[in-house]
C-alpha cells in the first residue's frame, strides 16, 4: 500500500488505530515527489525537499506559493519576490498547524500572482497535466491541483479569485471547493482582488474537502471581511443524500461554446442527480453574459492597487538605478512577467482620469446586477449546476498568445466570486481522449452544507474520484 | 475603443512600469482586444442601479484599541540587503 495514494481520512483512521506512523506519510510523498515531479513540476523550488527531514511533518498538506508561511519561500512564482521568507503565518496555517497538520516543505506551483488560467505565467515554469503531459493543469492553483491528482500531495490549498481553484481541480480531476467570500481568513493570502479572493480546498474526495473546510473556516480579527457566524461541522453534511434537493441549470451556460462531450458528460451527471432523487428544472441567469467583462475591470482595478506594494524597497527584486523613481519602474518592469504587467496596466486604465465612470463604476453596477440574478434564483433551487469549464484541458501553449481567449476559460466560474458565493467542482467524467471533467454546483452564501450533501451523493454513487493518472 | 501606444506608455508610467517599445506596442493591440470586449458592457443600462463594490454587509469594522506584539525591526529588515540601522535604503531623491 502507497500511502501517498490515500486520503486524509483514510491516514488519519489508520494513524489512530496506530497501523502506521504520521512520518511515513511525509516519506512517502518524498519519494512521490522525487519519482514523478521532473515530469508534472507541482512544485517549484524543488531544492527545499533535501533540507526537510523525513518525519518534519505528520499529516502534511501542500500549500500554493502565495499563502505566506513563516520562514518558509512565498513568492506568488514571480521574480519580484524573489527570496521572500514571510515573517509570519497566514491565519488558515496557523489553523492547520493548531490542528496537527504539517505543512509541506515545497509550495505549489501558480500562474504569477494568481494571474491566469493555465499556470503558464509561472516564473518558475508551467506545470504539466497528470492526465496528459502535454496539457495544462488549469490555473492559477495548477500546482496544488496536479500535486492532488498525481499523489504528490494528500491534501492542498489554493486560492480562488476567478475560478483558480475549482477550474484546475476540474482539469485535474479532483475536487476544489470555493467557499463563500467571508468563510475563511485572507490575512496571510498575498492579495490579488481584495473583494474576491478565497483560499479554499483541493482535495481527492468530498470527505476530505469537508475536514479542511471544517480546519480552515472561521473569523479572523486580522482580517475585517471575515464574517463572525458558527462554523458548522461540515462532515455531518456528508450524508449520501440527495433527495428532494432543488437543482437548477442555468439556460445561459448551456450555449455555443461549450465543447460537445463536456455537454454529454454534464448532462449525464445530472440525469444521475435527477436519478439520485434530486429535482433539475431550467432556470435564467440573464446577465451571465457580462461577468467576464465585469470581472475583468474589477480584478484589475484591485490588483493594480493591490500590487502598487512591489517596488523593490522592502522585500524580492530590486532592480539597480540612477534614482527612486527608475528604480521602482525598472523594478516591476522587470519583475513582473507579461500576464501581471498586462492586468496592472488594464486596471490603472480602468481607474484613472477619465474612465473611471465609463469602466469601474459600471462594472460595479453590472456586478449588483448578476448578484441580484443569483439571489432571484436561489429563492427557487437549492443549488445551481454547471460545468466548471467549457472544455477539457487544453495544450500548453494553445492560448499563450491570446489573452482574451484565455479569460474566456474561466466564464462559468467568474460569476461565482462577483457574487460572493460557494462553489465546489468535483469530478463527473472522462473524454475519449481521457481528460477529466468537472461538475460545479453552486449554493447560497454560507450553505457550503448543501453543496458538501449533494457533492458527497455524487460522489459515493459514482467512481470518478477513484480513477488516477497513469505517470 | 482605440488605444494606441502612447496611452499605454502614459498608463504605465502611472502605474510605475518600465516598458520596452515592443512591449508597449504588443500590449497596444492586446488591451485593444480586450477593452473592445469590455465594451458590451455599455449597452447594460445601469442608471438606476447601485455598484456593489463588496459583497458582504459590512461597513466599518472597529475593536478596541489595545497594543498587541508586532514584528521586530530585525523581521521587518529581514528580507532587503538594502538596510542601514533600522531603516530602509534607496537611492538618493535630494542631491
Not at chain 1, 470527505?207 to 458558527?230: F, H, M, Q, R
Not at chain 2, 529588515?77 to 538618493?92: C, D, I, Q, R
Request: net charge neutral; hydrophobic share 40%; aromatic share 8%.
Amino acid at each position: 500500500m502507497e500511502l501517498n495514494t490515500l486520503t486524509a481520512s483514510e491516514l488519519l483512521k489508520k494513524i489512530k488505530s496506530k497501523e502506521i506512523a504520521a512520518a511515513s506519510i511525509t516519506k512517502a510523498l518524498k519519494e512521490r515527489v522525487s519519482k514523478v515531479d521532473c515530469r508534472v513540476h507541482a512544485y517549484v523550488r524543488a531544492e527545499g525537499l533535501t533540507e526537510c527531514a523525513d518525519d518534519c511533518n505528520t499529516l502534511p498538506i501542500a500549500l500554493k506559493d502565495n499563502i505566506c508561511t513563516q520562514g518558509l519561500n512565498t513568492q506568488c512564482c514571480s521574480r519580484i519576490l524573489e527570496g521572500f521568507r514571510p515573517p509570519y503565518n497566514a491565519t488558515v496555517v496557523a489553523k492547520l498547524k493548531k490542528e496537527g497538520v504539517g505543512i509541506f516543505p515545497l509550495k505549489t506551483n501558480m500562474d504569477e500572482f494568481a494571474f491566469g488560467s493555465s499556470t503558464e505565467n509561472s516564473f518558475f515554469g508551467p506545470t504539466h497535466n497528470p492526465w496528459d503531459l502535454e496539457c495544462v493543469p488549469g490555473g492559477s492553483s495548477g500546482g496544488s491541483a496536479a500535486a492532488v491528482s498525481a499523489d504528490e500531495a494528500i491534501w492542498a490549498l489554493g486560492s480562488d479569485t476567478g475560478g483558480s481553484i475549482r477550474q484546475p481541480a476540474s482539469f485535474c480531476g479532483v475536487v476544489g471547493l470555493k467557499p463563500t467570500y467571508g468563510r475563511v481568513s485572507r490575512f496571510g493570502l498575498i492579495a490579488f482582488a481584495s473583494s474576491l479572493d478565497q483560499i479554499g480546498p483541493i482535495t481527492k474526495d468530498v470527505s476530505d474537502c469537508a475536514l479542511l473546510l471544517n480546519i480552515i473556516s472561521g473569523y479572523d480579527p486580522k482580517d475585517s471581511t471575515s464574517v463572525n457566524i458558527e462554523v458548522p461541522d461540515y462532515t455531518k453534511s456528508l450524508t449520501a443524500d440527495a433527495r428532494g434537493i432543488k437543482v437548477g441549470t442555468p439556460k445561459e451556460y448551456f450555449v455555443e461554446g461549450m465543447d460537445q462531450e463536456v455537454k454529454d458528460i454534464i448532462a449525464e451527471a445530472i440525469n444521475k442527480l435527477n436519478a439520485l432523487g434530486a429535482v433539475s428544472r431550467e432556470i435564467s441567469l440573464p446577465h451571465t453574459e457580462y461577468a467576464v467583462p465585469v470581472y475583468y475591470i474589477i480584478a484589475t482595478a484591485e490588483a493594480s492597487s493591490n500590487l502598487a506594494r512591489f517596488d523593490g524597497v522592502q522585500y524580492g527584486f530590486r532592480a539597480q538605478a540612477g534614482d527612486l523613481l527608475e528604480m521602482y519602474k525598472l523594478t516591476r518592469g522587470q519583475g513582473f512577467g507579461q500576464e501581471a504587467k498586462r492586468r496592472i496596466i488594464l486596471g490603472t486604465f480602468a481607474l484613472s482620469h477619465g474612465y473611471f465612470d465609463a469602466y469601474y463604476l459600471r462594472a460595479q453596477k453590472a456586478r449588483t446586477l448578476i448578484k441580484d440574478d443569483f439571489d432571484r434564483a436561489f429563492n427557487e433551487v437549492d443549488v445551481i449546476v454547471t460545468p466548471t469549464s467549457p472544455t477539457p484541458a487544453f495544450k500548453i501553449g494553445e492560448r499563450a498568445d491570446n489573452p482574451l481567449k484565455m479569460y474566456l476559460s474561466d466564464i462559468y466560474t467568474i460569476s461565482v466570486n462577483l457574487a460572493g458565493i460557494p462553489a465546489i467542482s468535483i469530478p463527473c467524467g472522462f473524454t475519449k481522449k481521457g481528460l477529466p471533467v468537472g461538475l460545479q454546483i453552486l449554493a447560497k452564501p454560507f450553505n457550503e452544507e448543501m453543496i458538501l450533501r449533494l457533492a458527497h451523493a455524487y460522489e459515493q454513487s459514482t467512481p470518478w474520484h477513484k480513477m488516477k493518472p497513469k505517470l | 475603443m482605440p488605444l494606441d501606444r502612447k496611452t499605454v506608455e502614459y498608463v504605465a508610467n502611472l502605474a510605475r512600469i518600465e516598458l520596452k517599445p515592443e512591449e508597449s506596442f504588443k500590449l497596444a493591440g492586446q488591451l485593444e482586444d480586450i477593452l473592445s470586449f469590455i465594451d458590451r458592457l455599455s449597452k447594460l443600462d445601469t442608471d438606476k442601479v447601485k455598484p456593489t463594490n463588496h459583497i458582504l454587509p459590512i461597513h466599518n469594522v472597529l475593536r478596541e484599541d489595545q497594543p498587541e506584539p508586532s514584528l521586530t525591526i530585525e523581521q521587518v529588515l529581514a528580507n532587503t540587503a538594502h538596510k542601514k540601522g533600522s531603516f530602509f535604503t534607496v537611492p538618493k531623491i535630494i542631491e
